[in-house]
């Protein structure tokens, strides 16, 4: 399941730090699935579409059970996420074991570090697999939809949430550019994503 773990962990034998610039991916998950629900919709032609986006905090069984609707078997990507996660951490387990520049205690103390951390490491893989297929979606229903431009409160997660979206726009079979801008409307700060050259 999805739980919130924490910033990114840097792992070494002299301890274990956590980074606050990268965060979990899991602190998106709400916005991005706002999105989703905001825009998958049909579409006419040159009308403008507005939603005000409940900011209500979902639990993590309903951002689950949401998304299953969009992400297919999210339980079977979910394990695999842990899965693979989990052979990051043996792997860098063995590598630890196999270091020629760490005497036998720092290597004890960096697998011990690696192993305590496991399931931090597990947990914070599955968020950001589950957030890219909610980010997959939310980028899909725009270039479906032939959505011209998104507009949102000026919210630094929201803007982490469509920087994503470009960068899967970005790298899509056929790529659609994109433009993100910051414009001032009544007093209120907007952050507005354009879809470019269709």
Same mark, same amino acid.
């Given at each position: 399941?999805?739980?919130?773990?924490?910033? %990114?962990? @840097?792992? @070494?034998?002299?301890?274990?730090?956590?980074?606050?610039?990268?965060?979990?991916?899991?602190?998106?998950?709400?916005?991005?699935?706002?999105?989703?629900?905001?825009?998958?919709?049909?579409?006419?032609? =040159? %009308?403008?579409?507005?939603?005000?986006?409940?900011?209500?905090?979902? @639990?993590?069984? #309903? !951002?689950?059970?949401?998304?299953?609707?969009?992400?297919?078997?999210?339980?079977?990507? !979910? =394990?695999?996420?842990?899965?693979?996660?989990?052979?990051?951490?043996?792997?860098? !387990?063995? *590598?630890?074991?196999?270091?020629?520049?760490?005497? @036998?205690? #720092? %290597?004890?103390?960096?697998?011990?570090?690696?192993?305590?951390?496991? *399931?931090?490491?597990?947990?914070?893989?599955?968020? %950001?697999?589950?957030?890219?297929?909610?980010?997959?979606?939310?980028?899909?229903?725009?270039?479906?939809?032939?959505?011209?431009?998104?507009?949102? $409160?000026?919210?630094?997660?929201?803007?982490?949430?469509?920087?994503?979206?470009?960068?899967?726009? &970005?790298? &899509?079979?056929? $790529?659609?550019?994109?433009?993100?801008?910051?414009?001032?409307?009544?007093?209120?700060?907007?952050?507005?994503?354009?879809?470019?050259?269709?």
């Amino acid at each position: 399941m999805i739980k919130f773990a924490g910033p %990114k962990a @840097s792992i @070494s034998h002299r301890g274990i730090t956590f980074s606050n610039n990268k965060e979990d991916k899991y602190l998106y998950l709400n916005i991005a699935l706002q999105l989703i629900q905001a825009l998958d919709h049909e579409y006419i032609a =040159d %009308k403008l579409y507005q939603y005000n986006a409940d900011t209500k905090r979902l @639990s993590d069984n #309903e !951002i689950v059970q949401a998304l299953s609707s969009y992400c297919g078997d999210l339980s079977a990507l !979910i =394990d695999d996420a842990a899965l693979k996660a989990d052979a990051y951490v043996n792997d860098q !387990i063995a *590598h630890a074991r196999e270091n020629r520049t760490l005497n @036998s205690d #720092e %290597k004890r103390v960096l697998e011990k570090n690696y192993e305590m951390m496991r *399931h931090y490491i597990v947990q914070r893989h599955i968020n %950001k697999t589950i957030y890219y297929c909610a980010v997959g979606v939310l980028a899909d229903i725009m270039r479906r939809g032939h959505i011209d431009y998104v507009v949102v $409160p000026m919210y630094e997660r929201f803007v982490h949430v469509f920087h994503s979206v470009e960068g899967v726009l &970005h790298r &899509h079979k056929r $790529p659609i550019d994109t433009k993100i801008d910051i414009y001032e409307s009544e007093g209120k700060l907007y952050s507005r994503l354009t879809l470019l050259h269709r």
